[in-house]
């Protein structure tokens, strides 16, 4: 393969096998293709005969640890968001080897026009993973749930109101004989996954007490729990890394979209750019804030104010807007390392 020139900056399409690349001479405008084998070994073995001014790549499968394997390398990378490549995502005549082209041709010209994202690292990334896996046990729980009470109402039985984690034990009397070879496994793997779930459980408390303290800070709002402190720390993993709080509610896509024009100004729906899996814990925290449970605050009060301007939407709309100002509450909180006071209008107005 030889080695090329330090003017060179380079696309790369990830595949799953291979990456197909795009090498670009600034100088001469030439390119080259070229394709990687997609391994830390041949990426290594790639990158050590070629001098390259800048790598560019898609977010995807695969981003996190390229990246990664690159800077140890010091080779600069940067990594692209796809939300932000209309070019790429929209193109009529998409493949992989216009795809690296184009990633190639935007690194060249100015960096931020691929709207470059940050990777956490493996510690948080494997962390982070943990909780999303007590997520999908839920699901699949749940939907084991639904499927019992399905077979039960073709039968005409209705089954109790409970708890999925207590659910086998309180309907196990009420499912027709004729039904429980069928509902039987399921009512063990319900069980199953209950234990998990709590043992999954146990784990994210003792994350948040030893190896992620900073959590407690998070905790004094009343509504978030150690699951949303935790996800909230791994997803954001440097807080410093937001000039403004307020610039956290934009980054997780609890922001609603613009499409201005003159004196028109429309109400779209949030971005929902982001880590889905945050954000929806977010939404969770916020309706149990704006709840018959959720304890007396400003933040409270001001969802409520906003739920009674009317509108058919006017419910969901609030819980949006809490949600979006509880993530710049929870990273002042983590910033500042300050004491939360929950009436702090309240108490200013009386001082």
Known sequence: MGSYQNDLVIGIDLGDKHGQVCMLNLSTGELAEDRVTMTPKGI?????????RLVAIEVGTHSRWVSHTL??????????????????????????????????????VDPKLLAPIHHRSDQAQADLAMLKTRDNLIKARTAMVNQVRGMAKAFGFRLRKCGAASFPRHVFEDIPAVLMPAVSPLLEAIESQTRLVKNLDRQVTRLCEERYPETRHLLQVYGVGPLTALAFILVIEDPHRFEKSRSVGAFLGLRPR???????????RITKAGDSFLRSLLVQCAQYILGPFGQDCDLRRWGHSLALRGGKNAKRRAVVAVARKLSTILHRLWVSG??????????????
């Open 338 to 351: 300050a004491e939360y006071q929950p009436l702090r209008s309240q108490t200013e107005a009386a001082a």
């Open 44 to 52: 290594r073995r790639f990158f050590r005969a070629v001098e390259t």
């Open 71 to 108: 800077e140890e390398l010091g080779v600069p990378v940067v990594v692209a968001n796809p939300r932000r490549l209309q070019l790429i995502s929209k193109s009529d005549s998409k493949n992989d080897r216009t795809d690296a082209e184009l990633l190639a041709r935007l690194a060249s």
């Open 258 to 268: 613009q499409s201005d024009s003159g004196r028109i100004q429309k109400q779209l």
